[in-house]
């Protein structure tokens, strides 16, 4: 789907790329504040782990329990702390809040470059838990800021900025580590990388725009067991909320067992060695950065709720190829990664976990985006730690899910990935059962993505916020979904009652919550409470789009606007958008030469074109001038 300003004059700065926020003062200073406070997580605990590993630090546990100590000291202050922090983060301007935070980090890892100088092995270990505690002040206000300085339009980009951001961090600051940590000055270097990189982090925090508090008045009440389940309850107010909040913390499920996994399958399975571990990491990595940048030209620069089932398909996909891998006889010595790639099978598997990370991508994406637009602005940073607090629980969850079944079960790596990809279609069907909308807009997006390429001319006139009815010519059976799929805002369509009931076209009009309608002579009951839907969708502000011709054209010009819109400019005032559909004549869907749905498609990707006009005040919009509007949008072209 492609937005264009075609007629001069109309640069939609919505259809700018995202990657146009780095140069923004609205969002670089805090986005490089967030990659250097992530890249430097990484480098501190890759570090400490790369030499203990080595024996540079000595501790008298084996590594494993040093592993799971480590990941449980840094979780730990998720379930202590998120609930306060929500609370700060609603309360104080978010600027000041992450400029006291990259604070505490300096001190953090000055401490810690001493520990390390000193070879404090429990000393670096227990910095995990103040590291984790800063991790977990910080993201309620890495999450609820992002809303406060960018538009609607570019909540998908700027989230996608974020993910890409966070695990190219998570990357380059596990390459860093096992660059210089096993060196002989690797003390000495590690010790500068962390103070530098939290310095530089606190630099960049100080160029963020202020956000102003959310809820100045919002009460601070450390309790952690109370606050964590008040915090809980913020996010089940909506159920698509606690719904979204509860999937984006499965992929983390899904995230820490593959990331947990992957030394043991690199070295087990394919005879790898470390170079083997990080290709598959850099190549899982690297796919959820690619995913999350495609999800702002695949969603058309709103949130787009249909890559939340196509994630999820991928994922289950591509992990059960990886159960059915012919993976190679492993051989009394480990492979590098050039011997590694020698072999063409292998391709595979790296694109396994190359899709992977590209379906997560579009998976998660959308759902933080929908997390930040729904919340009520005065909780919203509650919600965001609500998150953290699932997020925290759930990768623990997994890491208990991955002991029961490697070790108690004594199942294999492979057969524990087929598992998370069965496990990963259960949830899926679960959460789309429960909320549809997420099902209907992703047979919304694979209709506007296959059948139709759609060009937007203007689209950026329809209103971001307030009441108004679209008006469009009417030509086939997906002009409705065409609509719904491009505008940036929910729609209410006023559909003709027998395409109201059409199979799958109805459950995409009852998610949709369109309001059907049919003759005032075949349902004077159901005419006038169509009216009464329209009205009352008006007045709570709402997108409501109608095709007044009343029916399908047969002969692909525009017929006679009948006077409904004047019954609905009367009851509730309020401006006109005219807009038009061309392109659509002779395909599937229309009337063309005999009746639409009873002949096959005769191409894929057909090119269409929507056109938005200028609005139109209530008082002016007869259905004789909306006629004419539409005609001159439409054009010659049918």
């Given amino acids: 789907m492609s937005d264009q300003q075609t007629p001069k004059g109309t640069n939609d700065p919505r259809d700018h790329s995202q990657f146009a926020l780095l140069k923004s003062k609205r969002f670089a200073p805090f986005f490089f504040t967030q990659f250097l406070g992530a890249f430097n997580d990484n480098v501190y605990k890759n570090s400490l782990m790369a030499m203990i590993t080595f024996g540079l630090l000595s501790s008298s546990f084996d590594l494993s329990l040093m592993n799971n100590l480590g990941a449980m000291l840094f979780i730990l202050p998720f379930f202590l702390f998120s609930a306060l922090a929500g609370q700060l983060s ?27 100088y000193f070879s404090a092995t429990a000393g670096l270990m227990c910095l995990l838990f103040l590291m984790g505690t800063q991790s977990a002040f910080f993201g309620p206000v890495k999450y609820s800021i992002i809303p406060q300085h960018l538009d609607n339009h570019e909540l998908v980009g700027g989230n996608a900025l974020v993910e890409m951001g966070t695990f190219l961090a998570i990357l380059l600051g596990t390459l860093l580590a096992s660059v210089i940590a096993t060196r002989e000055d690797g003390v000495v270097l590690v010790s500068v990388a962390i103070v530098t990189l939290s310095v530089l982090g606190y630099l960049t925090s100080r160029q963020i725009p202020s956000a102003p508090a959310a809820n100045p008045e919002q009460k601070i009440r450390f309790n952690p067991l109370t606050e964590t389940w008040r915090t809980l309850g913020y996010a089940r107010q909506t159920k698509s909320i606690f719904l979204a ?42 796919g959820i950065a690619l995913g999350s940048l495609l999800c702002e030209r695949l969603s058309g620069h709103k949130v787009e709720l249909g890559l939340v089932p196509l994630g999820s398909i991928g994922l289950t996909l591509f992990g059960i190829d990886l159960f059915l891998q012919d993976l190679p006889a492993v051989g009394s010595e480990l492979i590098n990664a050039g011997q590694f790639f020698s072999s063409p099978w292998n391709l595979r598997i790296v694109f396994d976990f190359l899709m992977i990370g590209v379906f997560g991508g579009f998976y998660i994406v959308p759902l933080y985006a929908m997390v930040q637009a729904r919340s009520e602005p005065q909780h919203r940073s509650q919600v965001i730690a609500a ?32 598992i998370l990809a069965i496990l990963n279609a259960l949830v899926s069907i679960y959460i789309y059962r429960t909320i549809p909308e997420f099902a209907m807009r992703f047979i919304i997006w694979i209709l506007t993505h296959t059948m139709y390429r759609v060009n937007h001319i203007n689209l950026h006139k329809i209103p971001d916020e307030g009441a ?41 009009f009852r998610t949709a919550k369109a309001i059907p309608i049919d003759s005032k002579k075949a349902d004077p009951e159901g005419y006038e409470k169509a009216f009464e839907k329209i009205a009352e969708e008006l007045r709570a502000g709402e997108v409501v789009c109608i095709f007044p011709e009343g029916k399908l054209t047969t002969t692909g010009e525009i017929d006679e606007f009948k006077n409904g819109i004047s019954r609905i400019l009367d009851e509730t005032p309020v401006p006109v958008i005219p807009m038009a559909l061309r392109g659509l004549w002779g395909s599937f869907f229309s009337h063309k030469d005999r009746p639409a749905l009873t002949r096959l498609p005769k191409r894929f990707w057909s090119k269409i074109d929507m056109v938005v006009g200028d609005a139109i005040l209530p008082e002016d919009a007869t259905p004789d001038l909306l006629k004419t509007e539409v005609a001159l949008l439409r054009g010659d072209r049918k």
């Fill in 245 to 286: 909040v509860l999937a984006i913390s499965w992929f983390w499920f899904l995230g820490a067992a593959y990331l947990t996994q992957i030394y043991g399958f690199a070295k087990d399975f394919l005879g790898g060695d470390q170079s083997v571990v990080m290709v598959l990491l850099a190549t899982f990595s690297i």
């Fill in 387 to 418: 998150i953290n607090i699932m997020n925290a629980l759930f990768m623990v969850a997994s890491a208990i899910t991955g002991i029961i079944i490697l070790g108690v079960l004594e199942l294999s790596i492979p057969e524990f990935f087929m």
């Fill in 468 to 508: 108004c009815v679209l008006v469009c010519n009417h030509v086939s059976f997906v002009d409705a979904l065409l609509i719904g799929g491009a505008c940036r805002r929910p729609v209410r369509f006023v559909t003709f009652k027998p395409i109201y009931n059409m199979p799958v076209l109805n459950f995409i």
């Fill in 90 to 116: 609603d309360k104080y301007e978010k600027s000041y809040l992450i400029r006291r935070i990259k604070l505490l980090e300096i001190g953090i890892m000055l401490l810690g470059a001493c520990a390390f």
